[in-house]
Each structure stands twice: as structure tokens, then as C-alpha cells.
């Protein structure tokens, strides 16, 4: 999942996004943390079919932040049918199904590139793509 949209964070590129996405988006977040941290506790933990994900608490980590303080308007998104991340091991989540697409604002308006790249930057084949699909 994150090969295939973590590097578009602007909205370069038109999206889709299915419900059991979530649960991977979790589950890559949860991983990632667990690897990149310097505590060498966390890397020893691994997810097993049919068992809750360990607790990770990582020492001044920005999600612990969010998950402490229950006032923070980010803190209820967060837990959310989140089975990675909370005060508690979730067993369970239930996902409802549902799926969304959005075109990004180049695919509906490849005409606007030159005057968009004068303020961000964009990947070559990014550019690439859109100058082709002007032409068409």
C-alpha cells in the first residue's frame, strides 16, 4: 500500500480507496514504527494469524501523545477500529465496506501543469504523464 500511494501525499495522482485498506494502512503503520525505532524491544515483536498485535508504546512517539490525551480532536480517528494502536488489544474490528475514488485536480485539468509546476515540485513521470495526456 505504501508503494503504491505513500509517495503521492498532493494529491498528484487520482486515488481509490477500498475499506480492508484501513486495516493495511494500520497494520504498515504499526510495522514501520516498530522497525525504525532505536529500541531494540519492538523489532522483537511480530504479528501472529489470529492474535491481537502487540502493545507498542514507543517512549515520546507522537502516536502515544495523541492516544494519552483525550481531548486531542486526532486521538477518536486514531483508535478508531484501529486493531494496532490504543489502550486496549483488539481482537476484532468491524469494518464497514465502502469504497471512494477521487480524480486528482491535473487529471481533470491537465492544462493547468505549467502554471502548477511554477509552485511545487512534481516527479518526471508525473510531468511526463500529464503532458501526454494533454496532447490526447
Known sequence: MLDECGRYRCFEVSSVGFGAQLVT???????????CTVDEEPRRLRL?????APRVRLANGSLEKIIDDSK???????LWQNGFFG???RKKIR???????H???LYLNPQILDEVLKYVFL???IR???RSHTKQ
Do not use: M, T
Open 48 to 52: 501472529r494469524q489470529g492474535c491481537a
Open 128 to 130: 511526463i504523464g500529464y
Open 123 to 125: 516527479p518526471k513521470e
Open 25 to 35: 494502512l494500520d497494520r504498515a503503520v504499526w510495522e514501520l514504527r516498530r522497525y
Open 87 to 89: 489502550n486496549r488489544a
Open 103 to 105: 480524480n486528482a485536480p
Open 95 to 101: 469494518l464497514r465496506k465502502w469504497f471512494q475514488a
Open 72 to 78: 486531542n480532536p486526532a486521538r477518536a480517528p486514531l
